[in-house]
Each structure stands twice: as C-alpha cells, then as structure tokens.
C-alpha cells in the first residue's frame, strides 16, 4: 500500500477555496486515490475517490495530476462546519490504511 | 436505505476482561471491516469480514477476532484487555468489487479500559 503525505494542519475563512494536497510517490497503477472527511467522534465519511485526471462532485474536487504522485482536495467555498480532519488514502483493494491526516480549521 | 449502525455507543471495561462489539452493515454491502483509532489519531485497520471469512489483517495480534454473520452484520472481540485498547472502534462497510476503498463507516464505539 502507498504511503501518503499531506500537511498536518491548514486554517481558512468562511467562503475562502481550500486546497489540501497528498503526496503519494509510490502508488501503484491499480491504485484509486480516496479522501475521506472525520468529526471528532465520528465515523469517517467518504468524500471522492479518483485514478487520474480531475473529479468533481456536489461537494469537492479531485485534481490528479498525469504522474499520479500526487493529489489535491479542493473544497469551495468553505463553511464552519466543514472543519474537520481530512485523510487521503492510496489503495488498490479495499485494505484501508489511514495516515493522520490534515486538520482543516475554518475560522469566521 | 440503511446506514452502517454500531453497538453499544459507550462501554467501559476493566484489564483483563473480554469484550464483544457488533456491526450491522449498510444494506447491500457484504464486506465488513473494523479499525482503532486512538485519540488524535486516524483509524488503524484490525482486519475485514468478506463472506462470513477474514480476507486480510492488520497489525493486531490475534486475541482480536472477529466474526461475520450470513446477514453481512459483525462482531469483533478483544480478549485479555489492556489499557491501551481504550480507543474508537469503527466498523466500515462496503461492497466487494466495487470502487476501491469507498467505505461506509458507523458511528463507532468508544471502548474505555480502566
């Protein structure tokens, strides 16, 4: 499984666009890129998966760029209720390893 | 549709003593998986339930186990106790051979060991 690496912790404004990058050096090419939002005493909570290019849904997107030894989160127009603690998973099975993700601090 | 549902919400246990946790899986799903998450951290895999069979463990050793029901619903048991068990026990599921690692988690149980 490959090891994946994102900032520890990020602050932003109501309304600002978050962009929260994951490094994954080693992903393997059956590998999907997976980020998942956590409230504290909480269950995970899927939030979008990709393989390359970009994806996009009600609530964020994905960008993957063409090496796909990277990936950037990007959350628009953020809320208050949208800190959190984000995790960005590489994994090809369903074998989840989690890192200690990027705690996201949005502030009024 | 039903979501991934966990009990009990709370339990606290002394060292020593044995402890059971159940998981009922999201309808539809057939893949169930537990994890630890420690305070501050993110959840560690235990292992996965496909089939009623473990289909892959993690770093836990073996007085973790668990069980998978014909219903897809689980259990995971801790036996012997210790204090650093006391952590949020998560139960995911998902369906096998769907998108990768796109899990449904519960709410969790948050296991205290005195």
């Known amino acids: 499984l490959a090891k994946t690496t994102q900032p520890i912790s990020m602050d932003s404004y109501e309304g600002q666009e978050v962009n929260i990058t994951c490094s994954h050096n080693?992903?393997?090419?059956?590998?999907?890129i997976t980020w998942y939002q956590q409230f504290p005493s909480q269950g995970p909570r899927f939030i979008i998966q990709?393989?390359?290019t970009k994806v996009t849904n009600e609530v964020a997107s994905l960008f993957i760029p063409a090496d796909r030894k990277s990936s950037t989160l990007s959350l628009p127009r953020v809320s208050l209720s949208d800190t959190a603690v984000y995790y960005c998973?590489?994994?090809?099975?369903?074998?989840?390893?989690f890192g200690a993700g990027t705690r996201l601090f949005v502030k009024a | 549709e039903t979501g991934v549902t966990q009990s009990p919400t709370h339990l606290i246990k002394t060292r020593g003593q044995q402890v059971t946790l159940r998981c009922s899986s999201q309808?539809?799903?057939?893949?169930v998986s537990w994890y630890q998450q420690a305070l501050g951290q993110g959840p560690q895999f235990i292992f996965q339930?496909?089939?009623?069979?473990?289909?892959g463990r993690g770093n836990f050793p073996p007085r973790f186990s668990g069980l998978q029901f014909p219903n897809y619903s689980s259990e995971l048991n801790v036996n012997a106790l210790e204090l650093d068990d006391s952590a949020l026990y998560l139960c995911?599921?998902?369906?096998?051979?769907?998108?990768?690692?796109?899990?449904?988690f519960g709410p969790g149980t948050r296991l205290t060991v005195l």
């Open positions: 995911a599921s998902s369906l096998a051979g769907g998108t990768p690692n796109e899990q449904f």
């Open positions: 080693n992903i393997a090419t059956n590998d999907y």
């Open positions: 990709g393989y390359k």
């Open positions: 998973l590489v994994a090809g099975g369903f074998k989840t390893i």
């Open positions: 309808s539809g799903h057939n893949t």
């Open positions: 339930y496909y089939r009623e069979e473990e289909n």
